[in-house]
């Protein structure tokens, strides 16, 4: 079982920045892919980025590419997303998740993930 918080989120205007945490509970943290994932208002949740520690392999969504980093760090048990030059279209709940993945395609699809958080509300203004 595990048990995943976020935190971080808020309000910044665009151009700006946050960093979005994701602390988790349990013991094999480092064999779980982390994904962070958004929903916007009247839309279905999309992928934003992943990460695995076991392969070393990370992917990201084309529109946050180059913007956003996704970082982890074992002994905190913490996934991160840093997200700089926010556009209004970032606006919505980002969740963090977890899932023992093995392909892309499961890497990069909300349905694969087992845990998922409570979510934490990004509100860029333009």
């Known amino acids: 079982q595990v048990q995943l918080v976020e935190s971080g989120g808020g309000l910044v205007q665009a151009g700006g920045s946050l960093r979005l945490s994701c602390a988790a509970s349990?013991?094999?943290?480092?064999?779980?892919?982390m994904g962070w994932f958004r929903q916007a208002p009247g839309k279905e949740r999309e992928f934003v980025a992943a990460?695995?520690?076991?392969?070393?392999?990370?992917y990201y969504a084309h529109s946050v590419k180059g913007r956003f980093t996704i970082s982890r760090d074992n002994v905190k048990n913490t996934v991160y997303l840093q997200m700089n030059d926010l556009k209004p279209e970032d606006t919505g709940v980002y969740y963090c998740?977890?899932?023992?993945?093995?392909?892309?395609?499961?890497?990069?699809?909300?349905?694969?993930?087992?845990?998922w958080g409570q979510g934490t509300q990004v509100t860029v203004s333009s």
């Open positions: 998740a977890a899932g023992l993945l093995h392909s892309i395609v499961q890497r990069t699809a909300s349905r694969w993930y087992d845990y």
């Open positions: 349990g013991r094999t943290f480092s064999s779980y892919v």
């Open positions: 990460h695995s520690w076991s392969d070393a392999s990370t």
